[in-house]
């Protein structure tokens, strides 16, 4: 077994939800100061991209619900970081800086959350619910876990055509009580799949608090019952979590095959922007935003580093100009057309000649104008059986 950390909580009773982890030292070597700043850049355009998105969705141009990480950035883009070009990984709703630092964009972000026409699934999904293999982040499904037997799979393909890829797959603390999250380790774990799976304990699932969602101690114990490595890191912390990551990420690649990496952090908004979070102890938000916010952290750690603030001061002007740049040309794209529903779904549509109701005339046409398949919805003749 690898280290396994534990953070709080006596038997039975896990509170490190409901406490930041100290701050621990990091050991990081590997990146430079180039790299380190680039963390910068990816956690603060996650939070200004949200909070664009937050602006947008107050002035109703956001169609279906917002998902923020906020307070989670470090989780998203610190593990993400750890892998290569030709890795892969299967994001969930709050890993935005994941697909950022995959190579999603600004602009096909705004787009996808306002259901724009030529947005990457043309209104057909919403939200940051699609994906691009080339560049190494597929699409989610919605239902809880499911992507773990789907990145078995996609890793099982890697190890058997001989391919030196890693892949990634995030689940939350809530996703950890379904079947198809032991299903899908299982056989990534006896299979030696080159799978990093990072269960995300951000306290809740909807208002469903960690301590009534399992007894484990910490969701990383759960490695034990697949015979993998399973690590506990601090999820607030860039470095710590890029380290924890990148040594999952180094022992697939080796051949070792699966890992469990929790990562330690909190949901500081909502499920989604509409929901108030009456179920949350009071202060506990208000703590974990003064006591342990990642950007916070990582800008005072980066200080200490001897990175002047007027360096990150034009990073995040650099971030405002990009964001405000891709709004404008977000904003311009128009609305699908109602045909694009049909495309690129199961199969094409028939190619058959336009049919009466896109054309307008139903009163003219003849039945045989449709596929026979289809039927027909004209009315028995009066008098008719
Ligand atoms: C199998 C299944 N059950 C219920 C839902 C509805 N649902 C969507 S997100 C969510 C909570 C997820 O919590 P968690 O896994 O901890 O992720 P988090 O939102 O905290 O990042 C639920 C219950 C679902 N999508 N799939
Ligand atoms: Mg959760």
């Given at each position: 077994m690898a280290r396994s950390t534990t953070q709080g909580g006596g038997r039975g009773t896990r509170t490190s939800a409901a406490a930041p982890p100290a701050v621990a030292a990091a050991t990081d070597v590997a990146l430079s100061r180039a790299q380190r700043l680039e963390l910068y850049y990816w956690m603060r355009l996650t939070r200004s991209l949200e909070e664009r998105l937050v602006n947008l969705y107050r002035q109703t141009k956001v169609?279906?619900?917002?998902?923020?990480?906020?307070?989670?950035?470090?989780?998203?883009?610190?593990?993400?970081?750890?892998?290569?070009?030709?890795?892969?990984?299967?994001?969930?709703?709050?890993?935005?800086?994941?697909?950022?630092?995959?190579?999603?964009?600004?602009?096909?972000?705004?787009?996808?959350?306002?259901?724009?026409?030529?947005?990457?699934?043309?209104?057909?999904?919403?939200?940051i619910h699609f994906g691009d293999t080339e560049r190494g982040f597929i699409g989610q499904?919605?239902?809880?876990?499911?992507?773990?037997?789907?990145?078995?799979?996609?890793?099982?393909?890697?190890?058997?055509?001989?391919?030196?890829?890693?892949?990634?797959?995030?689940?939350?603390?809530?996703?950890?009580?379904?079947?198809?999250?032991?299903?899908?380790?299982?056989?990534?774990?006896?299979?030696?799949?080159?799978?990093?799976?990072?269960?995300?304990?951000?306290?809740?699932?909807?208002?469903?608090?960690?301590?009534?969602?399992?007894?484990?101690?910490?969701?990383?114990?759960?490695?034990?019952?697949?015979?993998?490595?399973?690590?506990?890191?601090?999820?607030?912390?860039?470095?710590?979590?890029?380290?924890?990551?990148?040594?999952?990420?180094?022992?697939?690649?080796?051949?070792?095959?699966?890992?469990?990496?929790?990562?330690?952090?909190?949901?500081?908004?909502?499920?989604?922007?509409?929901?108030?979070?009456?179920?949350?102890?009071?202060?506990q938000i208000e703590r974990w935003a003064a006591e342990n916010d990642p950007l916070d952290r990582y800008v005072a750690r980066l200080g200490q580093e001897g990175v002047a603030a007027e360096e990150l001061a034009a990073i995040d002007a650099r971030i405002q100009r990009e964001i405000d740049e891709a709004t404008d040309i977000a904003e311009q794209s128009g609305v699908p057309e109602p045909l694009d529903a049909l495309v690129g779904v199961y199969a094409d549509p028939p190619s058959e000649e336009p049919l009466w109701f896109r054309e307008g005339k139903r009163a003219v046409v003849e039945k045989s104008e449709r596929p026979s398949s289809w039927g027909t919805f004209d009315a028995p003749a009066k008098g008719a059986d």
């Amino acid at each position: 077994m690898a280290r396994s950390t534990t953070q709080g909580g006596g038997r039975g009773t896990r509170t490190s939800a409901a406490a930041p982890p100290a701050v621990a030292a990091a050991t990081d070597v590997a990146l430079s100061r180039a790299q380190r700043l680039e963390l910068y850049y990816w956690m603060r355009l996650t939070r200004s991209l949200e909070e664009r998105l937050v602006n947008l969705y107050r002035q109703t141009k956001v169609v279906g619900g917002l998902f923020r990480s906020l307070g989670q950035e470090a989780d998203a883009v610190g593990s993400a970081y750890a892998l290569r070009q030709g890795d892969i990984l299967s994001p969930l709703i709050r890993n935005l800086g994941s697909m950022l630092v995959k190579g999603a964009t600004p602009v096909e972000i705004l787009k996808q959350y306002m259901a724009k026409g030529d947005s990457p699934t043309r209104g057909r999904e919403l939200n940051i619910h699609f994906g691009d293999t080339e560049r190494g982040f597929i699409g989610q499904i919605s239902p809880l876990g499911d992507m773990v037997p789907v990145m078995a799979g996609v890793t099982l393909s890697f190890r058997m055509r001989g391919e030196d890829r890693v892949g990634l797959v995030y689940v939350g603390d809530g996703a950890t009580s379904t079947g198809a999250f032991h299903e899908g380790i299982n056989f990534a774990a006896v299979q030696r799949c080159p799978l990093v799976v990072i269960i995300e304990n951000n306290g809740y699932a909807y208002s469903t608090p960690t301590v009534k969602q399992s007894l484990v101690k910490q969701f990383a114990d759960k490695a034990i019952g697949y015979g993998i490595p399973g690590e506990t890191a601090d999820g607030n912390d860039v470095i710590a979590t890029y380290e924890a990551t990148k040594r999952a990420v180094d022992r697939a690649r080796r051949g070792e095959g699966t890992s469990i990496v929790e990562l330690m952090t909190f949901r500081r908004k909502g499920h989604a922007e509409h929901d108030n979070q009456s179920y949350v102890p009071p202060g506990q938000i208000e703590r974990w935003a003064a006591e342990n916010d990642p950007l916070d952290r990582y800008v005072a750690r980066l200080g200490q580093e001897g990175v002047a603030a007027e360096e990150l001061a034009a990073i995040d002007a650099r971030i405002q100009r990009e964001i405000d740049e891709a709004t404008d040309i977000a904003e311009q794209s128009g609305v699908p057309e109602p045909l694009d529903a049909l495309v690129g779904v199961y199969a094409d549509p028939p190619s058959e000649e336009p049919l009466w109701f896109r054309e307008g005339k139903r009163a003219v046409v003849e039945k045989s104008e449709r596929p026979s398949s289809w039927g027909t919805f004209d009315a028995p003749a009066k008098g008719a059986d």
